[in-house]
């Protein structure tokens, strides 16, 4: 069992070597953690956020935990040396077209959540969001407008066969929790989201089981705070998707708490090849200070030997050690308690 360690910039060490505690003390049979740079880290020593070395490496494993990139001291680069890059460069290279992003309200978090608590506590739901296309991978560049206006550009676009294969992983995700789906778009505007509504459709004949509705995504991100219970898995394209698991990250209580999970095609003897991260950034501005709350890393971990290595006992294990630590107030500062890095880590430790 090889996993690629990719901590990357700012809390991503902090946040992903308590991950990698909780990893070592399953005593997993032929465990292997190899470590890899990425992100401004990489750029540092080796003037690329993804070099080649890394990415040969993530190939040879059988999933990577990825921790967090990003770095302001890099917003100067050209976007294709920015941090930011290693990540999607990952998604990209390794065909990782499917990113599950769960949000549930734990037990005794309501309180905690920008919403009212007796809304927080129904929410219990999948975003699937679409990895590898929309306008996140189009053309795009800067140019001058012929009366001399600069003018920035980026190019929307989604195939079918990419809608169709997130669509199949969407009803396939419904078909395992409660037979919901809602898929996410803007078709009353774009063409983009009209072929998407129009495949989505289509793959529906194929779900009986599965009732599928569709919403704009303006209304869904407002039915998103409104009645968030409505919502079972949601699937949706790059962009929507990363908007509205930020936001939905804040109604369950705090962004360090959700983990996510991208998966392909690549089946390896163990399970689905996966890269596994927080959805948190780098934040900068903690970084380095033992603060930043692991749980999102440790969830990580838990999807990943769920979805990688199909050990689904030690995956139920440590979310259920990660809400006991909850319930007991085992608080980071995200939820505005004392508890540091390693304390946390420590408290998920002494429950597995
Ligand atoms: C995420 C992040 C990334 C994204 C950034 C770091 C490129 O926000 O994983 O949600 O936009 O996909
Ligand atoms: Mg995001």
Redesign the pocket.
């Known amino acids: 069992m090889r996993i690629a360690i990719l901590a990357g910039d700012g809390i991503g060490p902090e946040v992903t070597r308590e991950a990698v505690r909780v990893i070592q003390t399953l005593d997993l049979p032929g465990l292997t953690l190899v470590e890899g740079d990425v992100g401004a880290a990489a750029y540092k020593t080796q003037r690329h956020p993804l070099p080649v070395e890394t990415l040969e490496m993530v190939k040879s494993c059988d999933a990577a935990l990825f921790g967090?990139?990003?770095d302001p001291a890099c917003d100067h680069l050209e976007r294709h040396l920015r941090?930011?890059q290693a990540?999607?460069g990952l998604?990209a290279e390794l065909g990782l077209f499917a990113?599950l992003r769960p949000a549930t309200t734990f037990a005794g978090l309501e309180g905690m959540s920008a919403l009212r608590p007796e809304i927080a506590r129904q929410i219990d739901l999948l975003i699937v969001?679409e990895?590898n296309g929309d306008v996140?991978f189009g053309e795009k560049g800067m140019r001058t407008t012929a009366d001399g206006r600069r003018e920035g550009w980026d190019m929307m676009s989604y195939a079918e066969d990419e809608v169709r294969r997130i669509a199949h992983a969407g009803f396939r995700a419904a078909q395992s929790r409660r037979q919901r789906l809602t898929s996410v778009d803007k078709a009353n505007v774009l063409e983009t989201s009209q072929l998407w509504r129009d495949v989505v459709s289509e793959v529906a004949a194929e779900y009986p089981d599965v009732t599928l509705d569709h919403l704009y995504v303006d209304n869904a991100a407002m039915q998103l705070v409104r009645a968030p219970g409505q919502f079972d898995v949601i699937v949706t394209g790059?962009l929507f998707?990363?908007i509205l698991?930020?936001q939905a990250s804040m109604c369950v209580g705090s962004i360090g708490l959700l983990a996510?999970a991208s998966l392909g095609n690549r089946q390896t003897q163990f399970g689905t090849f996966g890269l596994y991260?927080p959805?948190h950034?780098s934040a900068p501005d903690i970084a380095g200070q033992g603060r930043a709350n692991p749980m999102a890393a440790i969830l990580s971990a838990a999807m990943m030997l769920r979805h990688s290595f199909s050990r689904e006992a030690e995956a139920v294990r440590i979310e259920a050690a990660v809400a006991s630590a909850l319930a007991a107030g085992v608080h980071g500062s995200d939820l505005g308690g004392t508890f540091g890095t390693a304390a946390i880590g420590d408290a998920v430790l002494e429950r597995l």
Do not use: F, T
Request: net charge negative; glycine share 14%; aromatic share 4%.
């Open positions: 967090a990139v990003g941090p930011e990540v999607l998604r990113n969001r990895l996140y790059n998707g990363d698991s930020d996510s991260e959805i950034g």
